[in-house]
């Protein structure tokens, strides 16, 4: 799936990701903005992104996923689109996206 993403700053940007590996990756590595810092660990909440369309194809939030988005909503604005990117997963079926990134604590 094709993302287009739109960075804190309010660049534009398109990620290409493929199967397997987490949105976050691509995002991270693609100058997106987006820090990671905890490697997909759920403990960091550095991977925070709106998915403004094409999300609906997504399975739900684990609780995990849950728990982390709840701990930072306390600094942040978490919102119904919020997703932790480290727990997103695309693959040719999935819907070509728009993301936001998110503000982190
Ligand atoms: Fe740390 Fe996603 S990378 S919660």
Redesign the pocket.
Known sequence: ASISVTTRDGAKLQIKASPAIPL?EFLRDGSAGVE????????????HIYIDAGGESLPPRSEGEQA?LDAIADFVEVRPTSR???QVFVDESTPDMQVTVGPVA
Request: net charge negative; aromatic share 0%; charged share 5%.
């Open positions: 976050m990671g810092i905890c490697g997909g660990e759920l403990s960091c909440g550095t991977c982390m932790l990117s480290c």
